[in-house]
């Protein structure tokens, strides 16, 4: 009997941190060359900008990948799709000259389907609870709890018979609508039979995309040693199992949970490249050891004489949400959570962005630090510890300084081309990390990236 190649040649990129790392652009370097680009997790919560001819578009649900004309894009099992901005997506790649755009996207009839009452729910939850997650509203989080219990309507569904999608529409929206009428929101009580025209049109519009057989797409790609790249969403500390849960976000978003999504088993990974900043940076709610001071109440920044050291890094590196334009908590590196974050992602390699800004940073900072070990209960640890909820104490990071005035140049591409001070910074994260930093941006386009032999 032939096997099937012993590893597969699938290369999967994961946020390390909380997300908003650039994982698009190391993903979009690796979809050049690819056959096939999958999304596996989250939904129009993720977003990242990418240019064509020139010209910029923020996907939210579309692999980046679609750019490359030889690519085959999947929409996987794992992901929550709001059909109008899919929609969108569609209809603004072909506008701008992406070729092919209905024939090489392939969306999997499992994917559930986020309806405005989705959103409506995010919404008033947030709305109960005394510390809200801070979620970006995009009806992620009772997308999947209507998955979970059992009421959810997946593209399958919205492609029944229009009186058949009524018929579940009504079933999934009977507790919501109770939930909605209990606090005077009678305004967006949902209407079953309004709703089930309206997204079966939908579904109708995405019916040519979508793929009947996707575990037979990654099977065949898998056997026939097509190169896969998987574009992960959101980040270690944002899933719902191990990161800062309530505060994460409402799926697996480390790598088993994307590979899942992804219709991919652990035996078609090729390799785990772990993105992060040389600074790092959290929207939304939850703890966040290494954060600075910054001008920012209620989501806004507010106005200010004298910046904080947040707000330095902030305007520097542009730390605004690209879904909601939050603007982003942000503090100095920490590479304790990378540590631990090292084996349950499988990290073969880190990707670091942000390598010039931090320069820039430095600079006006006089110096930048690094988190290497945290103070917690009284003792030095390394690594992010499990039970902050029991304790009640985040941890304190204890910094390393680097002199942090360095310059990289966007032409350089090589790893001679930057400064050694630069090289320092990046030795100590590979010490404290033990994760080998192969990649490095240096800059905003897709070709400022380093690779390194490591
Ligand atoms: P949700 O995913 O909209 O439910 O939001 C839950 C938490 O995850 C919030 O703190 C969000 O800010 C955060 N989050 C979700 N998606 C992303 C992302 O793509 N980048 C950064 N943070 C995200
Ligand atoms: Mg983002």
Same mark, same amino acid.
């Given at each position: 009997m032939k096997q099937a190649k012993a590893k597969g040649n699938a290369i999967i990129v994961i946020g390390g941190k909380w997300g908003d790392e650039g994982k698009g652009k190391i993903t979009s370097r690796f979809s050049k060359n690819a056959d096939i680009v999958i999304r596996g997790t989250g939904g129009a919560n993720a977003g990242? &900008?990418?240019?064509?001819?020139g010209k910029k578009i923020a996907l939210h649900l579309i692999p980046g990948g679609i750019m490359y004309p030889q690519t085959t894009c999947l929409i996987g099992q794992g992901v929550v799709i709001d059909p109008k901005i899919l929609i969108e997506e569609i209809k603004a790649l072909e506008e701008m000259g992406v070729?092919? !755009?209905? %024939? $090489? +996207?392939k969306i999997t009839g499992r994917a559930h389907i986020v309806f405005p009452y989705h959103k409506d729910l995010d919404g008033l939850y947030e709305s109960f609870k005394m510390d809200p997650v801070g979620t970006t509203k995009r009806g992620i989080g009772p997308t999947y709890m209507d998955q979970d219990t $059992?009421?959810?309507?997946? +593209?399958?569904?919205? +492609?029944?018979? !229009?009186?058949? +999608?009524?018929?579940?529409? %009504?079933?999934?929206?009977?507790?919501?609508?109770?939930?909605f009428r209990a606090n005077n929101m009678e305004g967006v009580m949902a209407d079953a039979h309004k709703l089930a025209k309206e997204y079966h049109q939908y579904g109708e519009l995405l019916r040519p995309m979508l793929e009947r057989d996707p575990d037979g797409l990654t099977s065949r790609a898998y056997k026939e040693g097509k190169r896969v790249v998987v574009e992960g969403a959101q980040a270690f500390r944002l899933d719902k199992f191990v990161g800062d849960y309530p505060d994460v976000t409402s799926s697996n978003c480390i790598t088993t949970g &994307?590979?899942? =999504?992804?219709?991919?088993?652990?035996?078609? !990974?090729?390799?785990?490249? !772990?993105?992060?900043?040389?600074?790092?940076? $959290?929207?939304?709610? =939850?703890?966040?050891?290494t954060e600075l001071p910054a001008h920012i109440a209620n989501d806004q920044v507010i106005s200010y004489d004298e910046p904080y050291e947040g707000d330095i890094i902030r305007e520097n590196a542009h730390e605004y949400g690209a879904t909601t334009n939050r603007p982003r908590r942000v503090g100095f590196f920490d590479a304790v959570i990378l540590a631990t974050a090292k084996d349950i992602l499988g990290a073969d390699y880190l990707c670091i962005n942000h390598?010039? &800004?931090i320069g820039e940073i430095g600079k006006k900072l006089g110096s930048v630090k690094m988190c290497t070990s945290y103070t917690y209960q009284g003792k030095l640890i390394h690594h992010y510890p499990d039970d902050i909820r029991l304790t009640g104490e985040i941890p304190t990071p204890n910094y390393e300084e680097f002199y942090g005035g360095w310059t990289i140049p966007s032409t350089a591409r090589s790893y001679d081309d930057i400064p050694e001070t630069a090289k320092e910074y990046i030795k100590r994260i590979e010490e404290v990390t033990g994760i080998p930093v192969k990649y490095i941006g240096i800059g905003p386009d897709n070709e400022d990236i380093i690779e390194r032999d490591v």
């Amino acid at each position: 009997m032939k096997q099937a190649k012993a590893k597969g040649n699938a290369i999967i990129v994961i946020g390390g941190k909380w997300g908003d790392e650039g994982k698009g652009k190391i993903t979009s370097r690796f979809s050049k060359n690819a056959d096939i680009v999958i999304r596996g997790t989250g939904g129009a919560n993720a977003g990242h &900008t990418i240019v064509y001819n020139g010209k910029k578009i923020a996907l939210h649900l579309i692999p980046g990948g679609i750019m490359y004309p030889q690519t085959t894009c999947l929409i996987g099992q794992g992901v929550v799709i709001d059909p109008k901005i899919l929609i969108e997506e569609i209809k603004a790649l072909e506008e701008m000259g992406v070729p092919e !755009v209905k %024939k $090489r +996207l392939k969306i999997t009839g499992r994917a559930h389907i986020v309806f405005p009452y989705h959103k409506d729910l995010d919404g008033l939850y947030e709305s109960f609870k005394m510390d809200p997650v801070g979620t970006t509203k995009r009806g992620i989080g009772p997308t999947y709890m209507d998955q979970d219990t $059992r009421s959810g309507i997946r +593209l399958y569904e919205l +492609l029944q018979p !229009v009186e058949e +999608l009524e018929q579940l529409i %009504k079933v999934a929206i009977t507790p919501h609508n109770q939930l909605f009428r209990a606090n005077n929101m009678e305004g967006v009580m949902a209407d079953a039979h309004k709703l089930a025209k309206e997204y079966h049109q939908y579904g109708e519009l995405l019916r040519p995309m979508l793929e009947r057989d996707p575990d037979g797409l990654t099977s065949r790609a898998y056997k026939e040693g097509k190169r896969v790249v998987v574009e992960g969403a959101q980040a270690f500390r944002l899933d719902k199992f191990v990161g800062d849960y309530p505060d994460v976000t409402s799926s697996n978003c480390i790598t088993t949970g &994307t590979l899942l =999504g992804a219709h991919l088993s652990h035996k078609m !990974v090729d390799k785990v490249i !772990v993105v992060v900043k040389a600074h790092d940076s $959290r929207v939304g709610n =939850g703890p966040f050891p290494t954060e600075l001071p910054a001008h920012i109440a209620n989501d806004q920044v507010i106005s200010y004489d004298e910046p904080y050291e947040g707000d330095i890094i902030r305007e520097n590196a542009h730390e605004y949400g690209a879904t909601t334009n939050r603007p982003r908590r942000v503090g100095f590196f920490d590479a304790v959570i990378l540590a631990t974050a090292k084996d349950i992602l499988g990290a073969d390699y880190l990707c670091i962005n942000h390598m010039d &800004t931090i320069g820039e940073i430095g600079k006006k900072l006089g110096s930048v630090k690094m988190c290497t070990s945290y103070t917690y209960q009284g003792k030095l640890i390394h690594h992010y510890p499990d039970d902050i909820r029991l304790t009640g104490e985040i941890p304190t990071p204890n910094y390393e300084e680097f002199y942090g005035g360095w310059t990289i140049p966007s032409t350089a591409r090589s790893y001679d081309d930057i400064p050694e001070t630069a090289k320092e910074y990046i030795k100590r994260i590979e010490e404290v990390t033990g994760i080998p930093v192969k990649y490095i941006g240096i800059g905003p386009d897709n070709e400022d990236i380093i690779e390194r032999d490591v």
